[in-house]
């Protein structure tokens, strides 16, 4: 679906969309979610600060497993991966970041989740793949790099460099 | 693996080495939020669990109740003293009468080996053994070992000497299943009388000298003498047996090593250990308490997931 030359392009976009709505940063707070909105959120940090001389970024990973509405729905024990928030939200703009958006309902839960690390001043959320008409909840993205129209038999599956080798997206039949 | 092999947790002895890693990593997630400013998560909002306990408990009872309302389960709590235990009822009805209300686990702590086993066979709920007479002590074993984990990295390959009554104690029973299973090197030391006669068929050495024991140990368990357990006389005097197996600070610093003094509590303070040790830098009896709830609320978010 995209090249890792067209990610690239996508991140830089997203990057200075961060930074024409937030800024310097300090009051802002990016949330990568786990498990796989972590690589993107590292990436957009690490571009705002090389390429835009962003100084400093509170950037936390948050794990939603404890919050989220299937407990016992499915035939899986739902296993955990680790939280880091090492700073206060209490006031901070927060951005939380995944690599797909689709149902929504991860997002939901990480409304709740990061209440307990405070009272944010208010949270946006940005994807980097946004997969139309297929919310459960009303829940929109303020950023988006690229809008998908795939059928639920589709998979999206984001490849980062960091972990998967190289970047690239594939749009897969289940 | 992603998830326990059984349904219950009634012994160590029924836990594969992955279970007891899964809660591990599990209550790793779990310390993380406790040590949060808001200390809940509401993955068990529609689970009930009745903690019934036959005999007494303090740390163990509010460790549960805590580690269930952390994951915001219902919890109701039973101990026999004002129940209907007192006037007949046997412990199947007893169950069966609280499971009418819509349970769906039990953390039972009974004076009788094998009640949670017994238990587990009769009605249907997932069972968490908090202590069954002389038996086992599931968690107090996993928090443990967990203890140890975190303070000396691993527990494979540590040498840990579990000292006291052994004879009586669920705990050690627990504890030595536990850290055999994750390859630890386990003896026990105490009076000969208060150690079990097949101790040698678990493959633990037994070590007579206290010296000797804390020079070869990286973790020193310091059990309590269980005065109420206690039928017959099975050493001339309590001052005595602290003379020979009570640790103290001289004999803490005279070691070739620095141990790690763990105690599962309640301690009597200047019989098994004094007081100078349970509260020096070595001790980690308090940390194991914060453990107990990490633990207790992996067990019982692992165990309600397979609540179908």
């Known amino acids: 679906m995209l090249s890792s030359k067209e990610i690239n392009i996508i991140l830089h976009r997203l990057a200075c969309q961060l930074l024409e709505h937030h800024l310097d940063f300090t009051e802002t707070a990016l949330i990568g979610m786990q498990p796989r909105g972590i690589f993107l959120a590292q990436r957009l940090s690490k571009i705002l600060k090389e390429d835009y001389g962003v100084r400093q970024i509170n950037l936390g990973l948050l794990d939603i497993t404890f919050y989220r509405d299937d407990f016992r729905r499915g035939e899986k024990t739902l296993e955990a991966s680790s939280t880091k928030i090492d700073f206060l939200v209490e006031g901070k703009k927060v951005v939380l970041i995944d690599d797909v958006l689709y149902t929504g309902r991860s997002i939901r839960a990480a409304l709740t989740a990061i209440q307990s690390f405070g009272r944010p001043k208010e949270i946006e959320l940005l994807t980097l793949i946004d997969r139309r008409f297929s919310r459960h909840l009303p829940i929109q993205p303020n950023y988006r790099g690229r809008q998908v129209d795939a059928i639920n038999e589709e998979k999206v599956k984001v490849m980062w460099k960091e972990n998967d080798g190289k970047d690239i997206i594939y749009l897969v039949s289940k | ?308």
Request: aromatic fraction near 6%; include cysteine.
């Open chain 2, 1 to 308: 693996m992603s998830e326990l092999s059984v349904r219950h947790l009634l012994g160590i002895k029924y836990l594969k080495e992955e279970d007891i890693q899964l809660i591990f990593e599990t209550a790793d997630h779990f310390k993380e939020v406790i040590n949060r400013s808001i200390k809940k998560v509401p993955s068990l909002r529609d689970i009930t669990i009745a903690n019934i306990f036959f005999e007494s408990s303090t740390r163990t009872k509010l460790s549960f109740e805590l580690a269930e309302k952390r994951l915001s389960a219902d919890v109701i709590n039973f101990s026999s003293a004002q129940s209907s235990v007192k006037k007949g009822e046997t412990l199947i009805d007893t169950v069966n009468n609280i499971l009418s209300m819509k349970v769906d686990m039990v953390v039972m702590r009974h004076p009788s080996p094998g009640a949670g086993i017994f238990l587990s066979q009769h009605v249907d709920a997932a069972i968490v053994n908090a202590g069954d007479g002389a038996h086992e002590h599931p968690t107090q074993a996993l928090l443990d070992s967990y203890s140890i984990r975190e303070k000396l990295g691993v527990v494979t390959g540590k040498n840990v000497v579990i000292v006291g009554d052994i004879l009586h104690s669920r705990v050690a029973l627990s504890n030595i299943f536990a850290l055999k299973l994750q390859g630890a090197n386990v003896k026990v030391c105490g009076p000969r009388t208060l150690i079990p006669k097949y101790i040698e068929s678990l493959g633990i050495e037994v070590e007579s000298n206290l010296i000797k024991a804390l020079n070869w140990c990286d973790v020193a368990n310091m059990l309590r003498i269980q005065s109420e357990r206690l039928d017959i006389s099975y050493f001339p005097t309590t001052r005595e047996y602290t003379q020979q197996y009570g640790v103290n600070k001289a004999i803490l610093d005279g070691l070739d090593k620095e141990i790690v003094i763990m105690h599962p509590g309640p301690i009597n303070r200047g019989v098994e250990i004094t007081s100078d040790v349970a509260d020096s830098k070595q001790s980690i009896i308090l940390n194991q308490v914060e453990n107990g709830v990490a633990i207790r609320m992996a067990v019982i978010y692992l165990l309600a997931s397979k609540i179908k």
